[in-house]
């Protein structure tokens, strides 16, 4: 699987000719990001940060969006969602936290997350988690505080912080590494794992550019 950031919480996971946008940036969002094809997009909270569905679709290549709680099946990926808490900044919005495993890597994104706990449905059936996606800004979504010590509790192999640019609090990554005990690195500009790589990790954190 190669993962690649496209701004906030836009990230495409890709494994051969399968695509899936996380959290894709609108066109009209005031973040400037570039677009591709997707099979799947997920999105969590309905606010041009997080649901350009426009962004990632390309020609023929229209995606099956999800977009809520529940649970899917698509394309042989069993996706679930649970409901949380998110906010625009002003009023209380839905976020949804999606569990899925793709390419036999298992993936907690927890999107605009605005509170610091999950449902006793949400803990009870994220069971294991390879790859965590937190959110750490600290206006919008969680601080980077409250993101460690959620981050902790789920014993996640790999985490990897998002959403703590120029519209978050300044100083939030600085505060999740310290939080996390993680030493500062050069960001990646992609990742390219396989289930294997994951024997052995725990919590290390993976900074993106």
């Known amino acids: 699987m190669i993962i690649t950031h496209h701004g906030k ?6 494994t051969g000719d399968r695509v899936i946008a996380l959290n894709p940036i609108a066109k009209d969002s005031k973040f400037k990001t570039s677009g591709f094809g997707a099979d799947i997009a997920l999105i969590t909270e309905n606010h041009s940060d997080y649901n350009g569905i426009d962004t ?20 042989e990926i069993m996706i679930r969602g649970f409901l949380s808490k998110g906010t625009d900044g002003k009023t209380d919005m839905v976020n949804t936290v999606y569990y899925f495993e793709f390419d036999d890597i298992k993936i907690c994104f927890l999107g605009a997350l605005y509170e610091g706990t999950l449902s006793t449905e949400a803990r009870e059936s994220i069971d294991q988690v390879d790859i965590l996606f937190v959110p750490i800004g600290g206006k919008t979504v969680i601080n ?66």
Request: no cysteine; aromatic share 10%; hydrophobic share 35%.
């Open 9 to 14: 919480q836009f990230f495409k996971l890709q």
């Open 144 to 209: 980077a505080e409250t993101a460690a010590k959620l981050a902790r509790t789920f014993e996640a192999k790999m985490i990897i912080p998002m959403d703590y640019g120029s519209d978050q609090e300044s100083d939030s990554l600085k505060k999740f590494l310290k939080e996390t005990g993680a030493k500062e690195s050069a960001p990646v500009e992609k990742l390219t794992l396989k289930a294997k790589d994951f024997s052995g990790k725990e919590g290390e954190v993976v900074v993106f550019e």
């Open 56 to 75: 990632v679709t390309y020609g023929d290549r229209v995606p099956f969006v999800i977009k809520g709680p529940g649970e899917y099946e698509v394309s």
